[in-house]
Structure formats: C-alpha cells, structure tokens
C-alpha cells in the first residue's frame, strides 16, 4: 500500500486537487439556480448534484493532468516549476497520460448519468479545457481561454440540472470567465522574464507587469458588473447582493496585496483570497435560494 499511497500522493498534488475549489462553488450555483428555476423539485435533487460534482472534478483533473504533459518541457526549463512531478521524474509520462484516459472515462460516465445533453456536449467539454494547454504558444489571451474553460462550469451544471440552457445562466459564465483571468494574469507576472526568453505569449509579456495588472482590475471590474446582472435577472434577495458586495472587497484586496516592484504575495492573491472569493460567494448565494425555497413552502402552506 505504501507504494500506491505515495504516488496518489503525488498525483494530488500534481494536478493541485485542492484547486478544484476555485470552480466547483459556481458550478454548484448554477446547479442552485436551474433547481430555483424549475421549482425546487426534490427528485433525484441530490443524484444529481453528486454526479456534477464528480463531472466536475474528473474534468478538472484531466485538464490539469493533460497541461503537466504537454507543459513538462517547458516546466524543467522555469526555475519557477522544474521541481514539478513531470520534469523531477517524480511520475513518469505514461502513468500520467493513463491518469488522463481514466478520469475523462469518469468524466463521459457522469456526463452520461446526468442526461443526454451532457453526454453529448462531454467531448466539447474536455476539448474546452484541453485546448487551453496550448493557447500560451500562440496567443496572449490564454489567459481568457482558461477563464472560458472554467465558466462553462455553471452553464454546464444548469444543462445537468435542467437538460437545456437558459442564456441567463451566461453571466455567470462571463463572471467566472473573467474572474479566473483576471487571476490568472496576476500569477503569470511570476513569469515575466520566462515567457519572454522562451517565446511564451501572455498578457504580462505583452503588457508588461503594470499594464498586466491594470487589465486584471478591468477584468474584475467586468466580473463584478456581470454578478450583478446576474443577479437582476434571476431577481434575487438581499443575501445575493450581499455576496455579490463580499466577492467585491475580497477582489479589492486582493489587488492591494499585488504590485508591479513586489510580487512577493501572488501565492496570497492567487490561492487564499480566490479561494475565498468562491466559498463565500456560493454560501451567500445557497443561502439566499434557500431562503426562497423556505418562503415557497411557507407560502403554499398559508396560501393552499
């Protein structure tokens, strides 16, 4: 067992499981608000939310697995990431790529067990989140193809919960969109000189870092508008825009904690308060469709 145990050991930590919190939350928001939508029916409620969660989760590692092979080259040549499991020859290539075919068939099973819509749309899912491996060789704007890679996570959990789209659900998608690039390219300013002297594309290169910087604020600033068009259209309670205003001080200092001469917090700006930013938006806005399922009931009771 000892053996097994270290190399599953490894595999979190290759693929970063604990990241997964970053998304998982909004996808679980979007699950919320199609359950709101329809009328909070109780069948197979819990079935299905299960099942988003491992399509979540099995996505997300395959993303993560396919960008630490395609990357480990490029990974041994930054100082930055040439101790990861790849290029240290802690985990050799073929086990990661029977990693990758494992979890995308765990991936195309729960898709399966939503409904045939996710079923079909499991392929494009996994090409969505693939193909943002290769966007860093070409394009400067990776970093908002990652985002698009972790919005479909909402839209894809109302499609689970509902078997269709409601183009409402879309600003959540560009919120987490613009979110997760706005982040992304804070961390990318570790990278700088890298990406430069290799012939990486990403917006720092391009920008520099206090220009990176500026469009990270941009994009937060769009993220922001979309939560509260979002919010308007699906005509939520206080609570909402209470996490709505949450989710807009911890991006604010998040921003303080970063600087164009002192990187030295990115780690702080990138995991714990992004983190945050997921977790307490999700809880207030649970909390708030809950408390209108609550009131639902309450009223049907009263008003037979």
């Known amino acids: 067992m000892a053996p097994f145990l270290k190399r599953l050991r490894l595999t979190l930590d290759m693929i970063k499981f604990e990241h997964s919190i970053f998304a998982l939350p909004f996808a679980l928001t979007g699950a919320l608000l199609a359950w709101r939508d329809a ?48 290029p240290a020859g802690l985990l050799s290539r073929g086990f ?14 729960a898709a399966g067990r939503l409904n045939r819509l996710c079923l079909l749309l499991a392929p494009v899912a996994l090409g969505v989140v693939m193909f943002y491996s290769f966007t860093k ?9 990652l985002g698009f890679a972790l919005g479909i996570a909402p839209a894809a959990a109302w499609i689970a919960m509902r078997g269709s789209l409601d183009p409402r659900i879309l ?11 706005g ?4 961390y990318s300013c570790q990278d700088f000189e890298f990406d430069s002297d290799a012939g990486l594309f990403s917006i720092p290169r391009r ?14 600033v769009g993220m922001m508008v979309c939560l509260l068009a979002l919010g308007g259209s699906f ?16 991006l604010l200092w998040e921003h303080r904690l970063v600087h164009a001469d002192d990187l030295s917090r990115v780690d702080a700006a990138f995991f714990t308060m992004n983190g945050y930013v997921s977790v307490i938006f999700f809880l207030f806005w649970a909390a708030d469709i809950l408390l209108t399922k609550t009131h ?6 009263l008003l037979p």
């Open 235 to 250: 005509q939520l309670g206080v609570l909402s825009w209470i996490g709505v205003a949450a989710v807009g001080a911890l």
């Open 96 to 109: 990661a790529w029977g990693f990758i075919f494992f979890w995308g068939l765990v991936f195309a099973f």
């Open 171 to 181: 600003w959540l998608t560009a919120a987490v969109t613009l979110w997760t690039a």
């Open 296 to 301: 639902a009931f309450v009223g049907a009771i």
């Open 39 to 86: 009328g909070f029916p109780h069948d197979g409620l819990w079935i299905k939310l299960a099942w988003i969660v491992v399509a979540m989760v099995s996505a997300r590692s395959v993303a993560m697995a396919f960008n630490r092979v395609l990357d480990a080259d490029i990974d041994g040549q930054n100082p930055r990431t040439k101790s990861r499991h790849l």
């Open 183 to 186: 982040f992304d390219i804070i």
């Open 207 to 220: 920008l520099g870092i206090a220009g990176a910087l500026w469009v990270s604020r941009a994009f937060h």
């Open 137 to 145: 060789r070409f394009t400067s704007l990776a970093h908002v193809v």
